[in-house]
């Protein structure tokens, strides 16, 4: 598979390194090709990674992992390209951080209104980038979460799921339901605080 990773933080490294290792082609994209991150993790990355703009990056992958700042993430994918984008699908890792106000609608929903024609997934926003990539850090069965309307795209992205380590995959439904997973974040920030490490999760009781 031909990824695009959009971001160059510790989210999008995470993402990034671990499809290297499972010996996907990695393009990591920034707002500029000048940007140091992106072409030091390809240099770190071998002759599978590669960096580029965002619009580079997202020409180049089949499936688009939104690593992006939240509050950036809708000018980050504007500046990629709505042709690039088109009838791909967007792995969207994003939370807006600080949480916004409860609203209506959730950073999902805007890209998949932004972007008609891409396949938008919401997941793996309730964890750690560490645990992202690598669930067994945290001991046990527990949860991660998909959102989106289209379920060839959701499949997709549960394979690539699985790959990393994750077995407690819940689809919630349409990409409405981003505005749940979204909403964890207070919650999940008061944990980290309180248990004074980000290696946790939820394991959902049947």
Known sequence: MDAAVLGTGMVGRAIASRLVTLQHRVRMGSRSNSSDASRQWAHSAGELGS?????????????VFNCTRGAASLEALHAAGADNLKDKIIVDVANVLPPDEPGPV?????????????????????????VMVSPSIVPGRHALFLSGNDPDAKNTVRDILESFGWTDIIDLGDITTARATEGYLPLWLSLWKTLGTAAFNLHIAR
């Open 51 to 63: 960096a580029g703009t965002f619009a580079d990056a997202a020409a180049f992958g089949e499936v």
């Open 106 to 130: 959730s950073l999902g929903e805007r890209i998949q209104d932004a972007f008609p024609r891409a396949r938008v997934v919401k997941t793996l926003n309730t964890v750690n980038c560490d």
